[in-house]
């Protein structure tokens, strides 16, 4: 199963409502589907598994959804520190990750 | 405290070889695959190989598949990634990983493929 991230970038504003989509090209297992945010110089970060369980330490702006093939990473109100990259990757399956959603300060 | 630090990365002409090495401490490293995950200059997160907690089993990605092999010592902690016939396209920070959930990641090693 192939993931597709959309949009490819993302322009917001701080205080703004991110909504950021991976669809994959086949059924995905809820409970194996995960978020990361990458800044530059900097290893990925896990945000959300299971699509929708919060990792330890991440704010409660962030929160997953979706099951099938089309799920969804929202950031409530985006604060100066979100715009990132963000991944979405099943786990247990190949290729893991999508290509990534380039979130950028309008 | 979780922590995966990497090394061996540099720079290595095409055809030529390095060995890449992670040093986990702060879980039971023998009970966790890991896996390694590169990533090009400016391009996105690539999964390359992975191995289970015993070591027994491997997978790769088809572009390293033959070229690349993945293995660990779990009396000491360490995962390796041995790379023989590199090429250009092999240029990334490579990553290692707890897998197939990577909620732990090293800082990354840089490997430069030029001549």
């Known amino acids: 199963s192939v993931l597709t991230q959309s949009p490819g970038t993302l322009s917001l504003s701080p205080g703004e409502r991110a909504t950021l989509s991976c669809r994959a090209s086949q059924s995905v297992s809820s409970s194996y589907l995960a978020w990361y945010q990458q800044k530059p110089g900097q290893a990925p970060r896990l945000l959300i598994y299971?699509?929708?369980s919060r990792a330890t330490g991440i704010p409660d702006r962030f929160s997953g959804s979706g099951s099938g093939t089309d799920f969804t990473l929202t950031i409530s109100r985006l604060e100066p520190e979100d715009f990132a990259v963000y991944y979405c990757?099943?786990?247990?399956?190949?290729?893991?990750f999508g290509q990534g959603t380039r979130l950028e300060i309008k | 405290e979780v922590q995966l630090l990497e090394s061996g990365g540099g720079l290595v002409q095409p055809g030529g070889s390095l060995r890449l090495s992670c040093a986990a401490s702060g879980f039971t490293f023998s009970n966790y695959a890991m896996s390694w995950v590169r990533q090009a200059p400016g391009k996105g997160l690539e999964w390359v190989s992975a191995i289970s907690g015993s070591g027994g089993n491997t997978h790769y990605a088809d572009s390293v598949k033959g070229r690349f092999t993945i293995s660990r010592e779990n009396f000491k902690n360490m995962l390796y990634l041995q790379m023989n016939s590199l090429r250009a396209e092999d240029t990334a920070v490579f990553y290692c990983a707890k897998w197939p959930l990577a909620d732990y990641w090293g800082q990354g090693t840089l490997v430069t493929v030029s001549s």
């Open positions: 990757q099943q786990y247990g399956s190949s290729p893991p």
């Open positions: 299971g699509a929708s």
